[in-house]
């Protein structure tokens, strides 16, 4: 099974409002992945946890908040955020970076509009 | 870091056509993968393809790591071919930092 779910697929929030994105894979995967991807563009990557730790955050702004509860779950934490934060955020795992094999796979997607 | 660039960034194909979308990268690759995303925003993973050649169906992909590129072959194109083709690669040195190219948005007409 190499399916990454992710929950909600849309979400519209306020500024004033927090939420949690969700996203769970059963692959016995050791990385996740938050990538942002706004319209027309590449996905671009925000944070990387590698076994339950994070090991990569590209300076994003605090407003968003990773979580890894346990290695099959990974949560993104939304507050106070921005409209031009509306964007598709794409949650991904692989096997992790220390296997020669690291083919990432995607989940469907949260769909996020910030009003 | 690692850039990558893929080319042509539209095209535009008849159905039963054939296409060859090209990926460049900058720098030695540990990981080289194609998708295709969907109208939904799906990534549907394609290839993982660091070196050599791969065919699946109507697809196939050739790496040459060595001289830094990637090619997706499309035939017999069908209209459910439609949507954004994406390189993408991580660095040799960067673990595990996915890099993606712009994408080849690829329309099939009936």
């Known amino acids: 099974d190499t399916e990454v779910t992710q929950t909600p697929k849309h979400l519209v929030m306020g500024m004033t409002n927090k939420k949690s994105l969700k996203c769970e894979q059963h692959?016995?995967?050791?990385?996740m992945y938050w990538y942002k991807q706004k319209a027309k563009k590449p996905p671009e990557l925000m944070f990387v946890y590698s076994y339950e730790k994070l090991s990569i955050n590209e300076s994003v702004p605090s407003r968003f908040s990773p979580e890894c509860p346990n290695s099959s779950l990974l949560n993104l934490h939304l507050h106070a955020l921005q409209p031009e934060d509306s964007a598709l955020y794409l949650c991904?795992?692989?096997?992790?970076?220390?296997?020669?094999?690291?083919?990432?796979?995607f989940g469907p997607g949260t769909r996020l509009t910030v009003l | 870091g690692i850039q990558v660039e893929q080319s042509p960034p539209d095209l535009i194909l008849q159905e039963g056509a054939n296409s060859t979308l090209r990926c460049n990268f900058s720098d030695s690759v540990n990981n080289l993968q194609w998708f295709h995303q969907n109208p939904w925003g799906q990534l549907i993973n394609l290839f993982y393809?660091?070196?050599g050649t791969k065919q699946n169906g109507r697809l196939s992909a050739t790496t040459v790591a060595t001289e830094r590129y990637s090619l997706l072959y499309i035939s017999s194109s069908q209209t459910t071919d439609s949507g954004v083709y994406f390189c993408?690669?991580?660095?040799?040195?960067?673990?595990?930092?996915?890099?993606f190219g712009e994408g080849t948005q690829l329309t099939v007409n009936p």
């Open positions: 393809i660091p070196s």
């Open positions: 993408a690669v991580v660095e040799g040195t960067s673990g595990s930092r996915l890099t």
């Open positions: 991904a795992s692989s096997q992790g970076p220390l296997r020669s094999y690291n083919e990432q796979f």
């Open positions: 692959m016995g995967h050791r990385a």
